[in-house]
């Protein structure tokens, strides 16, 4: 118990520290000027390469191909941003695949249907030579070292267990290392950001006696709680509750752009408290509240976050092929 516990801090700390350099560096003056500024970020980023928080091209596979991994070539694939080719030449060193499914299914198929996305993200991660699945701290950083980048599975969305914690065992036993609590659906035991869905609303109890258990099963298995698409007042309750460090794994600052997807500076400081992780989003939408953005707006937001709770707690969760612009 004890040791998955320091096993899932130490992945939390080492997204962290990789994260807290790349950020820290990124910002320093472009003082070589003999050194062209597409390889000054080649130089970064092959010393301090990337953990992305967020990926939906699992989504993508079963939308484009129905999951039939034959189809496709993952070294280049068309009508989606993310592919072997793409992943490498962006230095990304390690990939957190989401593992989604739609509201709709929420008390009906949700289990079978996340089931067939880890079973996409499994045999997409087994099967290319390029790609190796992980489950903890020391085999992220064995992957480094071996040149492979590292698949990370995270859950997004609390529907997928179905109220059950034996569910939430057995996809801990899939490889599953992270779940959001919530998607755009409240559960039965968690509030989402969203109002889009009118199921389980709620004045209060944005985190029931059940979500608590949730979250502290999470904490007991090493699975690290993700707070994007939850609540703010189910992100304080979890934050409050949970032993180990949580993520807001694909969320933005509230304070330059007010979409309820984003971090208010009062959250960011709670995150703080408890050691957590906030990794930028880079949807148009949750960066300039518009359907465009540019990449200066981009750093605004990290320069915010960094001056209300410090480099070493931001990171990159770009949701690719989720967010749509
Ligand atoms: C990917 O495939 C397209 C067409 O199938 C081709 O035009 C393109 O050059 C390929 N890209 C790479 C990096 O191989
Ligand atoms: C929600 O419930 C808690 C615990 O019962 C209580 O302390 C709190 O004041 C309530 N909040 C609201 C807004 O009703
Ligand atoms: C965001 O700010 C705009 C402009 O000040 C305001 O109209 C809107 O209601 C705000 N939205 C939220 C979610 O606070
Ligand atoms: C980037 O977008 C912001 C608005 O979101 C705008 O104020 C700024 O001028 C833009 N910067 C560039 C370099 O286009
Ligand atoms: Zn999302």
Avoid at 17 to 46: C, F, I, Q
């Amino acid at each position: 118990m004890s040791s998955r516990k320091i096993a899932k801090s130490n992945l939390c700390s080492l997204w962290m520290k990789t994260l807290g350099h790349l950020v820290v560096l990124s910002s320093l003056n472009p003082w070589v000027s003999a050194y062209s500024e597409r390889e000054r970020v080649h130089d970064l980023m092959s010393r301090y390469p990337l953990i992305d928080g967020h990926n939906d091209l699992a989504l993508q596979l079963r939308i484009l191909h129905n999951n039939r991994l034959s189809q496709v070539d993952l070294h280049n694939v068309s009508k989606v941003a993310t592919d072997i080719t793409r992943l490498q030449a962006g230095h990304v060193q390690a990939q957190v695949f989401a593992v989604y499914v739609l509201c709709g299914a929420q008390e009906k198929d949700a289990v079978r249907l996340t089931l067939e996305q880890i079973d996409v993200v499994r045999r997409m991660c087994t099967e290319y030579q390029d790609f190796e699945l992980v489950t903890s701290a020391q085999e992220l950083k064995n992957s480094a070292m071996r040149h492979k980048i590292a698949c990370l599975i995270s859950i997004e969305g609390g529907h997928s267990i179905d109220s059950s914690l034996p569910a939430l065992r057995m996809f801990y036993q899939l490889g599953v290392r992270s779940m959001a609590l919530t998607h755009t659906c409240n559960t039965p035991w968690a509030e989402s950001s969203s109002k889009l869905y009118k199921v389980y609303q709620r004045h209060n109890n944005s985190l029931t006696h059940f979500g608590e258990a949730v979250v502290e099963e999470m904490n007991r298995l090493g699975m690290i709680v993700d707070l994007s698409h939850t609540s703010w007042d189910t992100a304080r309750a979890v934050l409050g509750h949970s032993k180990a460090p949580v993520i807001f794994s694909h969320s933005s600052s509230f304070s330059i752009c007010n979409h309820s997807r984003n971090v208010p500076d009062w959250l960011l400081k709670e995150l703080r408290k408890k050691q957590g992780l906030i990794m930028v989003n880079l949807h148009s939408k949750f960066i300039s509240c518009k359907d465009d953005a540019n990449i200066s707006r981009v750093a605004d937001h990290f320069d915010h976050i960094r001056n209300v709770i410090g480099a070493q707690s931001i990171g990159i969760g770009g949701d690719f092929e989720g967010a749509v612009r």
